[in-house]
């Protein structure tokens, strides 16, 4: 089975300007997460989809950051513009139908805001 | 919302030691308790869970307990290895069993235990 995959997995931008990151979740997982990892730090929600509705995006700065799930399965995050401290680790998840609570992370994606 | 604390933030063992790392959670309708494992610049891995209708989970080497009452769990990983060296997370969520509002499925993490393994 294949695991969640994201890209790119690195990514060095200049202040303000946008930049997305894309995540496959795992083949049959309908629920999705983006996380966030600062340095040294545990992985912080920003946002939940069960299938292409977002249910939790309470932790989500949406004056920069929007994200999307079109079709219940792939997604994309991104941030415009981006600023200095944007700069840490984007983390995607999926877990199985609701009610399954093992989440399953990818490798992220390190961003680098200059 | 919920609140994770973890100790220590860092653990040095000789080969062959046990180790052991301590959370403590603040909602009490948590009820699923997942650790994570990340090696550097790798992503997060499940290596156990536990759920708040068990009191001990072991997987191997490594074992996982659960006081509900004092609202606190800990991993155990006995006869360590080298290759155990890694930031160890606990997290906290409210889980199936308690299905219903935004917090379902958010897991809440610890701060992260910085494990190294001497040779």
């Known amino acids: 089975e294949a695991g969640v995959v994201q890209s790119p997995r690195y990514k060095i931008i200049e202040k303000k300007q946008p930049v997305a990151f894309w995540c496959n979740p795992i083949?049959?997982?309908?629920?999705l997460y983006w996380y966030l990892q600062n340095l040294g730090q545990g992985p912080e929600l920003l946002i939940r989809?069960?299938?292409?509705?977002?249910?939790?995006d309470s932790q989500l700065p949406k004056d920069r950051f929007s994200a999307e799930r079109l079709k219940g399965v792939d997604s994309t995050l991104k941030i415009q513009p981006a600023e200095l401290g944007d700069s840490a680790v984007y983390l995607c998840?999926?877990?199985?139908?609701?009610?399954?609570?093992?989440?399953?992370f990818g490798p992220g994606t390190r961003l680098t805001v200059t | 919302g919920e609140n994770v604390e973890q100790h220590p933030s860092t653990l040095s063992v000789q080969e062959g030691d046990s180790a052991v790392i301590k959370c403590t959670y603040s909602?009490?309708?948590?009820?699923?308790f997942p650790w994570y494992k990340q090696e550097l610049g790798k992503r997060p891995q499940l290596i156990i869970d536990?759920?708040?209708?068990?009191g001990e989970k072991k997987d191997q080497r490594i074992a996982v307990t659960l006081n509900k009452t004092a609202k606190h769990f800990s991993l155990h990983i006995t006869e360590t290895q080298p290759e155990d060296s890694a930031v160890y997370f606990c997290?906290?969520?409210?889980?199936?069993?308690?299905?219903?509002?935004?917090?379902?499925?958010?897991?809440?993490f610890g701060q992260g235990t910085i494990l190294t393994v001497h040779p």
């Open positions: 998840a999926s877990s199985a139908e609701s009610g399954g609570d093992e989440q399953y």
């Open positions: 083949s049959g997982h309908n629920t």
């Open positions: 989809y069960e299938n292409e509705e977002a249910v939790d």
């Open positions: 909602d009490s309708a948590s009820n699923y």
């Open positions: 536990i759920r708040s209708n068990v």
């Open positions: 997290a906290a969520s409210m889980g199936a069993a308690n299905a219903g509002g935004t917090s379902y499925g958010k897991l809440t």
